[in-house]
């Protein structure tokens, strides 16, 4: 059976919810980033260890100590090959774990823990943190070619959503609703072309807006939000 570097996410979105994270994948750049308390870890994927896996849980080292690489379990963990690449990974201080991809139960392991110190909060470690805070729906980790749900692309289907539901308003208007406080930059900035302005202050949904929420109706961000928008009295 041939398998995908998405195929490694649930077993390891399943470890980490285990152990009190929370976890969201494809976050700015990243294939899976988790967050306990002020604990951030990254998580890089691929089917095999090779030098563009470890460039890039090298770059991730910019964000935070803790960043593993997550391969498929190896089907003898004594091979030379394995310990090689284990010795390894403990000299750049990077982390490892396998998923057994070869198994019905396909659960994670943490072979090795990051040995890096203590990173103080930066810009890039404090992106990652509001990304995932900004998410109510997920996306799954190591996928290509997919629209990502950012928190940024949420705000605009649970703006979208109410605007559809409820008729042109304001940005004021749709804060009271819930809706965040950058609601009329968003408005304003109008990255995918969904709003139009109908008056002064007054905002609605273009067809763009209407094609997007219509051909993604079955996914479980615009599911989301077009029942909480249906729920507002």
């Known amino acids: ?21 929370i976890v969201r994948g494809e976050v700015k750049g ?21 030098i563009t896996l470890i460039y890039q849980a090298m770059e991730r080292k910019s964000a935070t100590e803790n960043v593993f690489i997550a391969i498929p379990r190896p089907k003898n963990s004594r091979e030379k090959t394995f310990r090689h690449l284990q010795n390894l990974l403990k000299k ?46 997920d996306s799954t980790g190591g996928t290509t070619k997919t629209t990502v749900n950012t928190a940024y692309r949420e705000k605009c289907v649970r703006i979208a959503s109410l605007l559809e539901a409820k008729g042109a308003m ?40 209407l094609s997007y929420l219509d051909e993604n109706q079955t996914s479980s961000l615009v599911t989301y939000y077009r029942m909480k928008a249906l729920e507002i009295l």
């Open 92 to 137: 750049l201080e990077l982390g490892l774990i396998t998923v057994a991809l070869d198994s019905p139960l396909k659960q994670a392991e943490i072979i090795l823990f990051p040995t890096g110190t203590h990173k103080k909060a930066n810009k890039k470690n404090t992106a990652i943190k509001k990304e995932i805070f900004g998410r109510t729906t």
């Open 170 to 209: 304001s940005a004021k208007s749709l804060c009271a609703l819930g809706c965040e406080k950058d609601t009329y930059s968003i408005l304003r900035g109008n990255y995918f072309n969904w709003f139009k302005k109908t008056a002064p202050a007054t905002y609605d949904i273009t067809e763009i807006c």
């Open 30 to 50: 990243c294939d899976i980033a988790a967050i306990q308390g002020e604990t951030l870890w990254i998580i890089e994927m691929k089917l095999s260890a090779n």
């Open 1 to 21: 059976m041939k398998f995908k570097e998405s195929d490694m996410y649930e077993p390891i979105k399943t470890l980490l919810h285990s152990q009190g994270f």
